[in-house]
């Protein structure tokens, strides 16, 4: 069962760091376009982090905290996993409550009467840059962790 619960953190963390990475491409290759074009981009944007990054970082979370039952039983943690878990659970916190939600009000927006970007859009991509650079610094800590960290 651990095998089951390692493949679905794995498949979690995959869909959630690569669908974040592709959403940060994405929105600055869409600087250059046309408002409508802009509007566009962002729709397909809402539905990588919808579909991808909050089920991923869901699955991330769900995976973890059954994976890390055994050692919460012990009491003994190491600290590369408690640093794994802590940026884990705060990037994904920070991915589902805000992130997501905030691609999810950007790709409902249409242009405005005169063909630009209506007046909601500056305030909306502030927050989701700002938003999804936290969520995914905490997601890399957390690699970087289970990785390098071990030594
Ligand atoms: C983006 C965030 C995360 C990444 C990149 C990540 C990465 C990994 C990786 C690569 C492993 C396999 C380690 C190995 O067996 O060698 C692992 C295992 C594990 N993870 Fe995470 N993880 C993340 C978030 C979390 C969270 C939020 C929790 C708990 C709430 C958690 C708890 C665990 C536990 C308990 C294991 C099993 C360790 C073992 O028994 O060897 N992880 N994680």
């Known amino acids: 069962m651990r095998g089951f619960w390692i493949l679905v953190h794995v498949l979690g963390f995959t869909l959630w760091l690569g669908g974040g990475i592709a959403t940060m491409v994405a929105g600055l290759s869409a ?20 579909i ?11 995976s973890g905290l059954v994976l890390s039952m055994p050692y919460m039983k012990q009491g003994a943690v190491p600290g590369w996993m408690g640093l794994m878990m802590i940026a884990g659970i705060l ?4 991915a589902v409550t805000i992130s997501v939600p905030t691609a999810a009000k950007l790709a409902r927006l249409e242009v405005d009467a005169r063909g630009g970007l ?12 700002f938003a999804a650079t936290i969520a ?5 800590i957390a690699m970087f962790a289970v990785t390098l960290g071990r030594w």
Do not use: C, D, N, S
């Open 31 to 50: 600087k250059g376009f046309a408002p409508a074009e802009r509007l566009a981009a962002y729709k397909l944007i809402g539905a990588i982090q919808r």
């Open 52 to 62: 991808l990054v909050g089920p991923g970082a869901m699955a991330v979370l769900l």
């Open 91 to 94: 990037g994904a916190l920070g």
């Open 118 to 129: 209506p007046e909601a859009f500056q305030a909306l991509r502030k927050r989701q840059i």
């Open 136 to 140: 995914g610094t905490f997601g890399l």
